[in-house]
């Protein structure tokens, strides 16, 4: 089975603070997805990755970096943390071939800004 | 640009009824289709997909889809839902167009199973 692992399930940080969120995963899978998740908005990418050290911007990027220095890790940063940045975080993952690929999702990490 | 649409925020049923979940879809190319399923503090659940060939699509837990090409509609579907089924449930459309295979979520219909 697919194990995508978020280092945190719950987070509590204060505004201005720069914040990390791990990701890994363990199915050699090239493309890594970034998503917030809020209610009645569903899920918004905010980066996602198909390959060591490449990025590209989703729907919402700003206020946000991420960093893939090895394939199966995919880092989310909140350069200065802010109380809009309240969210649930979901890190997904997925082969690159021919579309149609299911993506599969980590635990999320839920995440405060005070 | 693909959007997805789940015109129900909730949809309620007993237990033992048949169930239907709607999703309608926009999409510039031929689409790439999935259900998920998000139980409370967890991730989203891989369901199923419609890729190519039959309409009607089978996936875990009894659940089913249907693909309607002219009414760009991806409705899921239970003959007899259970109370365990009750859980947030989403959309995603992908295309060939998309390079890294992505996809955009619809808002997510809750689905609430009384016994």
């Known amino acids: 089975d697919v194990k995508v692992t978020q280092s945190s399930r719950y987070l509590v940080k204060r505004t201005g603070e720069k914040v990390f969120l791990e990701c890994v995963q363990d199915m050699d899978h090239e493309n890594m997805f970034w998503y917030r998740q809020d209610p009645g908005l569903g899920l918004r990418l905010i980066y996602f990755s198909y390959d060591v050290k490449m990025k590209e911007k989703g729907d919402i990027p700003e206020g946000y970096s991420v960093s893939r220095e090895k394939k199966e890790r995919f880092s989310l940063i909140l350069e200065s943390a802010s109380t809009n940045q309240t969210s649930m975080y979901l890190c997904?993952?997925?082969?690159?071939?021919?579309?149609?690929?299911?993506?599969?999702f980590g635990d999320g990490t839920r995440l405060s800004i005070l | 640009a693909q959007s997805v649409a789940q015109p129900e925020d909730q949809v309620n049923v007993a237990e033992g009824n048949p169930l239907t979940v709607k999703c309608t879809y926009s999409v510039s190319g031929n689409p790439y289709l999935f259900w998920y399923v998000q139980y409370p503090n967890r991730g989203l659940q891989f369901l199923l997909k419609?890729?190519?060939?039959?309409?009607l699509v089978k996936g875990s837990y009894g659940f089913e889809a249907e693909f309607n090409k002219s009414q760009t509609s991806f409705h899921l579907k239970k003959p007899s839902a259970l109370v365990s089924d009750s859980a947030l449930y989403f959309c995603a459309v992908g295309s060939g167009n998309n390079a890294g295979n992505m996809l955009t979520f619809g808002g997510g219909t809750r689905l609430m199973v009384k016994p």
């Open positions: 419609y890729i190519t060939g039959d309409n």
């Open positions: 997904a993952s997925s082969f690159l071939r021919q579309g149609g690929q299911p993506q599969h």
